[in-house]
C-alpha cells in the first residue's frame, strides 16, 4: 500500500506540518453536529398516565425509527465534513519503493534540466507528429505538473550545442515559450557538448544559493548512432557523474522501424569544367526503409531551373547511382540540386553543389630555364582550334584572360599572381626571401601552387628560408640513392590516382623512379597522395590559409637509370603513359579543391576574401530568404574576409558584395543520420536511472516515463473525494427532507 501523503492545497509551500494542523481542524469541525445534538436533547419529566399506557408499545416503535433516522443524518453530516477535510488537503500516494522518493521530497522544490536534440532526424514523422514535437509534449506534461517553487533551465543538442536557458528559471511559462520555439537543425547533434553544459548548470545551480538542491535532469533524444555511439564508447564518464548528482532520465523517441530515402551524395567528373563541355553529373539515392522503393524520380536542377528528371527502383537498404548529362552555356559559379519527392524525414530529400563554369583553366608555368615545363605544359596545355598554342595568344600587349602562359622567374615579381588559379614551378635551384614571402602570400588567398623538387633543388636553401613558415609542411631530408622504384597509389584513396582504380594496364603502377628527394614530415595537415615503393612519399598536398601546395618529391623527366649521369635520369615519368592523365587529374582535383569553400556541410562556416583593402559591408541570404549584414574582418597584411557562422538549415546561401554580385553558398546535411538508426549501446550508469535507451526502451514510447512526473495520485483521490461529497450531499438533503416531511 502506498503510503499517504497530505497536502494543503492553498498553500503547497507551507510544507506537511502545517497540512497536517488545517486537517486536523478539518476533522474537529466535524464533531460541531455531534456536539448540537448533544447539547440540544430534551430533559423530560416522568408522568404515569394510565389512559397512555396503551400507546406505549406503538410509541417505542416509532422512537426506535425516528432515532434510527436522526442518527443516520447525523452520520451523514459527519461524513460530508470529513470528505470536505479531505479532498481540501488532496492526498498523494506514493510509492517509495517504486519513484524512488523519499517520503518528504514531493514537498520539496525541484531544479529540472532539459535537453532536447535538435538533429535533424527529430524531424522524422510518425502519425503526423515529428520526433520533436512528440518530444516538446513530454516535456510540457511534465512541466504541467510541476510543483511551485520548480526551477528549470533548458539545453539543446546541436552542433553546436547550447545553453538556451543557462540560469534557472522559476517561471515555467518561460521554459515552455522556448520549448515550443524549438525546430529541428539541418546538423547532427554534439551530445558530449551538451552534457557538459549540463554539467556546468548543475554545478552553478549547487554553488548559488536559493537553486533548489533536488535536480532532475531529463534528455529528449532518438539516441542516433552517430551522436550517442561516441559518447559510449569513450565519454560515458560524463553520464555516471551526471547520475550521482541528479535523477537523470534519457527519453528514447527513436522508432523500430523506419522507411526514409535519402540523396546521400551528389558529384560531377569535373567541378571545375568547361563551357560547353560535356559534363557528367551523378546522385546517389539510398533507401533506408524495408521494403523496395518503386519508380522515384530523382531530378537534377541547375541554378533552380529543372531540366532533366529520371524514375528508379530503389531495394530497401541498397542505394543507385542516377547518372545526367548536363552542358553549361555561360561562365560563372552555377548550382547543381538532385532531388526526390517529399517523405517522412524532408532535410536529406535534396542536395546541392556549387561547380564552376569556365573558357579555360588560367595556369601560369614558372620556369628557372627555358624549356623546364616544356614536358608538364605539352600534357597540360592543349592547342586551340587553330593549332596553335593557346599560352602564346595575346590581347594587346597583355595576356588574354582565361590563357595559360609561361613566363621565368625573373619576372615573377612582378607579376599580379591571384589572377592565376594554379603556378606550377619545376626545380627552381634559386629561390630568396622575397619569392617564397610572394608564393606564401597567392596560397593563402586561396591559390594553389604546384612545386616539383629535382637534381638543381637545394635543400638548405629550402629549409633555412621556410624557418618559421611551414607553408610546404616539410622539410627536405636529403636525395635518396639511385635506384629502380615504382609508384605506389597507397590503395587509391586519393582523388588524384581514384580514375585509376581498376585499370593496372594504364601505366601507373609501373612508372619508374629513379631517384626522389626525401622529408621531414613538419605538419600534421600534411596529406601523402601517392607513394613510393620503398614506403616514402612521391607527391604531397598541404593545406595552407585558404590555397594548396602540391609537391612532386621527384621533377618529372624522361630520363633512364641506364643512361644515368646526367641530371635528367631522376625517373622517365614524362613518357610514360599514366603521365598525361595524372598530371590533369592533379590540377582537375586542384581545381575542386578551390571549389571546396562553396560546399559546405549544415553547422560549417561560410568564408571568403574581398578584393577591397577596407572594411567593407557584406550582407548574407539565407534559403528562407533572409538577410543578415555583416562586416569584413583583417585576415592579414593588407587583406579583408568575412565569416557566417549561422548555416544550421540546409540549402543555398549567398553573399552580395557592394557591386551587388552574388556568389552561391551549397551548404548540406550531413547523411550520416540518414539510416534513422538509433545506438544499441547502452550506456552506463554509476547510480541514478537511465531510462528508454536502445535495447531497453518502454514500449509505449509516447507515455513519459512514470518517475519523470510529478505525482499526481491526489489529483485524482481528490476528484473522486469530491465526486462522493456530491452524492452525500445530496442524500442528506433527501433524508432531512423525508423526516421533515414525516414530522409535519
Known amino acids: 500500500m502506498g503510503t499517504l501523503r497530505l497536502f494543503l492545497d492553498g498553500f503547497p509551500l507551507l510544507g506537511s506540518g502545517f497540512a497536517s494542523i488545517g486537517m486536523l481542524a478539518w476533522l474537529l469541525a466535524a464533531g460541531i453536529p455531534i456536539a448540537i445534538h448533544l447539547l440540544t436533547r430534551k430533559r423530560q419529566t416522568r408522568v404515569r398516565w394510565a389512559a397512555m399506557q396503551l400507546l406505549r408499545e406503538v410509541l417505542e416503535r416509532e422512537s426506535k425509527r425516528v432515532r434510527f433516522e436522526q442518527l443516520l443524518l447525523l452520520l451523514l453530516r459527519v461524513t460530508v465534513l470529513v470528505l470536505l477535510a479531505l479532498a481540501l488537503a488532496r492526498p498523494f500516494f506514493s510509492d517509495p519503493q517504486q519513484s524512488g522518493l523519499a ?86 547533434a554534439d551530445i558530449l557538448g551538451g552534457l557538459q553544459s549540463i554539467q556546468s548548470v548543475v554545478e552553478e545551480a549547487e554553488r548559488e544559493p536559493g537553486i533548489p538542491d533536488d535536480i532532475h535532469i531529463c534528455l529528449l533524444s532518438d539516441l542516433g548512432r552517430d551522436s550517442w555511439d561516441p559518447l559510449a564508447a569513450g565519454n560515458s564518464g560524463i553520464l555516471n557523474q551526471l547520475s550521482q548528482s541528479a535523477d537523470l532520465q534519457i527519453v528514447s523517441m527513436a522508432s523500430p522501424q523506419v522507411e526514409n530515402l535519402a540523396v546521400t551524395d551528389l558529384s560531377v567528373n569535373q567541378a571545375s569544367s568547361l563551357v560547353g563541355a560535356a559534363l557528367e553529373v551523378t546522385a546517389e539515392v539510398a533507401n533506408f526503409g524495408t521494403t523496395t522503393a518503386d519508380q522515384v524520380p530523382v531530378q537534377l536542377a541547375l541554378d533552380g531551373q529543372a531540366f532533366e528528371s529520371l524514375r528508379v527502383d530503389i531495394p530497401a537498404n541498397e542505394s543507385v547511382r542516377v547518372v545526367f548529362s548536363a552542358r553549361i552555356r555561360d561562365t560563372g559559379l552555377k548550382v547543381l540540386r538532385a532531388s526526390i519527392p517529399p517523405d517522412r524525414l524532408q532535410a536529406d530529400n535534396q542536395r546541392y553543389l556549387v561547380i564552376e563554369a569556365r573558357n579555360q583553366d588560367r595556369v601560369l608555368f614558372v620556369e628557372e630555364q627555358t624549356g623546364d615545363l616544356r614536358l608538364l605544359r605539352m600534357s597540360l596545355a592543349p592547342l586551340d582550334d587553330t593549332g596553335l598554342d593557346a599560352n602564346r595568344v595575346k590581347e594587346d600587349g597583355l595576356l588574354a584572360p582565361g590563357m595559360r602562359h609561361t613566363i621565368s622567374t625573373i619576372d615573377l615579381p612582378s607579376t599580379d599572381l591571384p589572377e592565376w588559379e594554379i603556378i606550377v614551378m619545376q626545380d627552381i635551384a634559386f629561390v630568396d626571401r622575397g619569392l617564397v614571402e610572394q608564393l606564401d602570400a597567392y596560397v593563402q588567398q586561396g591559390g594553389t601552387l604546384i612545386l616539383s623538387f629535382g637534381p638543381r633543388t637545394r635543400a638548405d636553401a629550402w629549409n633555412s628560408l621556410l624557418q618559421g613558415n611551414n607553408f610546404l609542411g616539410f622539410e627536405l631530408a636529403g636525395p635518396s640513392a639511385e635506384q629502380s622504384w615504382t609508384l605506389d597509389p597507397l590503395d587509391y584513396s586519393s582523388p588524384i590516382v581514384a580514375p585509376f582504380y581498376g585499370y593496372p594496364d594504364a601505366g601507373l603502377l609501373t612508372t619508374p623512379i629513379f631517384r626522389h628527394w626525401t622529408i621531414r614530415e613538419t605538419s600534421a595537415s600534411l596529406n601523402v597522395e601517392i607513394g613510393i615503393s620503398n614506403s616514402t612519399p612521391f607527391l604531397v598536398r598541404h593545406p595552407w590559409g585558404s590555397g594548396w601546395v602540391v609537391s612532386l618529391l621527384s621533377a618529372p623527366s624522361a630520363g633512364s637509370m641506364a643512361g644515368a649521369g646526367g641530371e635528367d635520369s631522376w625517373n622517365a615519368l614524362a613518357v610514360w603513359p599514366s603521365f598525361v592523365p595524372l598530371m590533369q587529374q592533379l590540377v582537375q582535383t586542384q581545381l575542386s579543391s578551390q571549389l ?49 557562422a549561422d548555416t544550421v538549415h540546409s540549402g543555398v546561401y549567398f553573399s552580395r558584395d557592394a557591386q551587388d554580385s552574388l556568389t552561391p553558398f551549397a551548404v548540406n546535411v550531413d547523411p550520416i543520420e540518414s539510416p534513422l538508426q538509433a545506438s544499441s549501446v547502452a550506456l552506463p550508469s554509476a547510480s541514478g536511472r537511465l531510462s528508454g535507451m536502445a535495447g531497453n526502451q518502454p514500449e509505449d514510447s509516447q507515455t513519459p516515463p512514470e518517475s519523470l512526473l510529478p505525482n499526481d495520485a491526489g489529483q485524482r483521490v481528490s476528484r473522486w473525494l469530491l465526486g462522493l461529497l456530491l452524492v452525500l450531499l445530496l442524500s442528506e438533503s433527501l433524508v432531512a427532507w423525508q423526516i421533515g416531511r414525516r414530522a409535519g
Open 103 to 188: 517520503q518528504n521530497e514531493l514537498s520539496q522544490p525541484k531544479l529540472w534540466i532539459f535537453g532536447f536534440d535538435l538533429s535533424y532526424s527529430m524531424g522524422y514523422v510518425e502519425a503526423d507528429s515529428s520526433r520533436l514535437q512528440a518530444a516538446k509534449d513530454k516535456a510540457i506534461q511534465i512541466i504541467q505538473q510541476c510543483n511551485q517553487g520548480d526551477a528549470f533551465a533548458l539545453i539543446v543538442f546541436a552542433t553546436p550545442s547550447q545553453a538556451v536557458i543557462r540560469r534557472p528559471t522559476f517561471n515555467p511559462e518561460q521554459l515552455l515559450s522556448e520549448i515550443r520555439k524549438l525546430q529541428p537543425r539541418d546538423t547532427g
Open 596 to 644: 571546396a569553400q562553396y560546399n559546405l556541410r549544415a553547422g560549417q562556416i561560410l568564408q571568403s576574401r574581398t578584393d577591397s583593402l577596407q572594411s567593407t559591408q557584406v550582407r548574407i541570404v539565407s534559403p528562407d530568404g533572409t538577410e543578415h549584414s555583416i562586416s569584413t574582418e583583417s585576415v592579414g597584411d593588407k587583406s579583408f574576409g568575412w565569416f557566417f
